[in-house]
């Protein structure tokens, strides 16, 4: 059974830094597109970052490059979201999410991201 558990959000100050984690179980977060999408009160969900199954390949949002970083550690099987330089348009629920289909394509579309963990609240005050 596979199941994403996210956790590290919380209320931080504009400029801050936090880190989420992402445990998986159910399967080796080596073999699946890893992915980050947040979703404020009233709006749709959107990518922030994701990392490839195969050669540490990562995308992000245009809004967050340079400041958040995705990565995996394979050994503990946890996916992170290193966030620098937090803005308070960065407030939002952040969801880990992972690939419907192993060894995907890197993408930002939602469409492709079958599975979702239950979030963790990032709130950044100004």
């Known amino acids: 059974q596979v199941q994403l558990v996210e956790s590290g959000g919380r209320l931080v100050q504009a400029g801050d830094s936090l880190r989420l984690s992402c445990a998986v179980s159910g399967h080796p977060v080596s073999t699946y597109v890893m992915g980050w999408f947040r979703q404020e009160p009233g709006k749709d969900p959107e990518f922030v970052a994701a990392?490839?199954?195969?050669?540490?390949?990562?995308l992000y949002r245009d809004s967050v490059k340079g400041r958040f970083t995705v990565s995996r550690d394979n050994a503990k099987n946890t996916v992170y979201l290193q966030m620098n330089g937090l803005k308070p348009e960065d407030t939002a629920v952040y969801y880990c999410?992972?690939?419907?289909?192993?060894?995907?394509?890197?993408?930002?579309?939602?469409?492709?991201?079958?599975?979702w963990g239950q979030g963790t609240q990032v709130t950044v005050s100004s």
């Open positions: 990392i490839s199954w195969s050669n540490e390949e990562t």
């Open positions: 999410t992972r690939s419907s289909e192993p060894r995907g394509v890197l993408t930002t579309s939602i469409t492709s991201y079958g599975f």
